[in-house]
Structure formats: structure tokens, C-alpha cells
């Protein structure tokens, strides 16, 4: 299967602590890839570089095509979708345009009849979005109306309408609660089996390991680990910098419907 994304070497420096360190990752197509670790291990970094928002060495491809040199608009553009941990809506438009927003690339015509007061219209891309996270009933609610949850929803269907290659979600599920992290877990799931690649990073190990395909641990900025929700569970040096004793016990139970691989039994 192709990678959609592949890193060779990355790597990201801050002054003399290495963030990220010869990190190489792929993610295939169709796949949902969890990438954990602790608290400063260089997760959120990994997807800044990705996305152009740090500077970085190594090589970053999309597609098979190098993004070096390219701002993160650009790479925007060629299908590199994020969001991030906290969630900013536009709070004077409703769920729907601020889908719309997203989904749109307006010519210069276009922006200039907004500027004097014609809203833009709703794309295809945003309803499929709405669908997709089903939102319907929350299409004309303003951001002031949602829970913390529903705007964490919002905010993945706002970068799922921009039609990436890659969706990078950053700690989707901070903040939830259990029926929420279950409920974002079967969506996330739903949207990987549609079609959209996915990089997920989250603290929440039972969302993770039960709708990974597969799953990569960092620590101090390296690859420890990689493999299927099992394998990694059961790795020794996961164990030990991540996991700890609470590997050993039995996973969660599997989101509805998704197959027994994913919810990581053998």
C-alpha cells in the first residue's frame, strides 16, 4: 500500500535540545496512525515540522512529492489538513460557514463580493463534512451553543472539508469525557474507513489503541516503538516509558464495528 505520508531523517532543533530526532514515519494510504508518547516526547512538534510550522531537517513527502521550502498555506493547498489542541471557532458564524470557510478557495472575485456582504455558499465539500461527523442537527448552531466536545467535532470536520490527503488530529479527545472520547473514537474510525488517511496523536490510550491501525511511540523526540495496537502494547520498552504497569490489562472494548485487528487482538 503507498504512503501517503513518509518522513525520512526528520528532525527538529531548539537550541541545543533536539525536539525531534531522525524521526521516519509513514503513513499509508486508508490507514489511521496513532503516534503517542509522554509529555514532551515531540509529538506536537513532529506535526508542526509536517506541516511547515517549525523548521526542520530531513525530508517530508506527500504523495511522493519533497514539501521542502513550501509555508504551511502551501502545503495546506496540497492536502495537509491539522487541527489543533484548542479548538478556535469562528464565533460569529455557525457550524455550517465555518465549514464553508474551510472548504472554500474563493477567486479574487469571490472575496471581493464577500467584502460587500454576500456570504459565501455552501460546498459539497462542507455538506459531505456534516455528514461525514454528523452534524446536521448542528448546522446552524453558533459556537456560544456547543459543548466542549461538539466544538472538538466542528474542529474535525472544519480540516475533513479542506478534502485533505492527510488529516493530523492533535489531542482530539483532550478535555472529553468517557462517552465523548467513545463517540469521537467510532467517528474518527468512520472517517478513516471513508477513505480519509489520518494521523492521530492523543493521551487517551483506550481511544487509541482500539481504532489504530497502527500505532508509532516517541520518546525524547525518537522512534521507540512501531507496530499494530498489540504489538506496541506489548512492547517492553513501551512499558516502561509510557504504558507502564497499566499495559497488562485487558484493552477497551472495541468501537462498534470495527474489525478485531484494529481493537488490537490477535
Known amino acids: 500500500m503507498s504512503a501517503v505520508l513518509r518522513t525520512v531523517g526528520l528532525s527538529v532543533r531548539f537550541g541545543g535540545v533536539h525536539a525531534v530526532e531522525d524521526v521516519a514515519l ?4 486508508r490507514e489511521l496512525v496513532g503516534l503517542i508518547g509522554p509529555n514532551g516526547a ?10 511547515g510550522f517549525v523548521r526542520y531537517t530531513g525530508r517530508v513527502e506527500l504523495d511522493g512529492r519533497d514539501l521542502t521550502g513550501m509555508p504551511p498555506h502551501v502545503r495546506a493547498r496540497r492536502g495537509l489538513a491539522r487541527t489543533w489542541q484548542s479548538t478556535e471557532l469562528f464565533d460569529d458564524l455557525t457550524v455550517r460557514e465555518n465549514l464553508t470557510v474551510a472548504a472554500d478557495r474563493p477567486s479574487f472575485l469571490a472575496l471581493a463580493g464577500e ?20 452534524l446536521h442537527a448542528l448546522a446552524d448552531a453558533m459556537p456560544s451553543e456547543l459543548t466542549q466536545g461538539q466544538r472538538k467535532l466542528v474542529g474535525v470536520a472544519r480540516a475533513i472539508a ?4 492527510l ?10 469525557d468517557t462517552r465523548e472520547s467513545e463517540d469521537l473514537g467510532r467517528r474518527l ?5 471513508a477513505g480519509t488517511t489520518t494521523l492521530l496523536i492523543d493521551h487517551d490510550m483506550g481511544l ?3 481504532i489504530c491501525d497502527r500505532i508509532v511511540v516517541l520518546e525524547f523526540g525518537k ?10 502494547r506489548r512492547d517492553p520498552q513501551v512499558v516502561k516509558a509510557y504504558l507502564g504497569g497499566a499495559t497488562a490489562a485487558q484493552p477497551a472494548e472495541p468501537v462498534a464495528g470495527e474489525s478485531a485487528t484494529r481493537a488490537g487482538t490477535p
Request: glycine content about 8%.
Open 208 to 210: 487509541v489503541m482500539n
Open 42 to 51: 515531540g509529538k506536537t512538534t513532529f506535526v508542526d515540522a509536517i506541516t
Open 115 to 134: 467584502l460587500v456582504g454576500r456570504r459565501a455558499s455552501v460546498t459539497d465539500a462542507s455538506l459531505e463534512a456534516l455528514e461525514l461527523i454528523d
Open 189 to 193: 474510525r468512520g472517517i478513516a474507513d
Open 162 to 165: 479542506m478534502r485533505p490527503r
Open 26 to 29: 509513514e503513513v499509508p494510504e
Open 167 to 176: 488529516l493530523c488530529l492533535d489531542e482530539p479527545a483532550a478535555g472529553l
Open 223 to 232: 522512534v521507540i516503538a512501531s507496530g499494530s495496537p498489540d504489538e506496541v
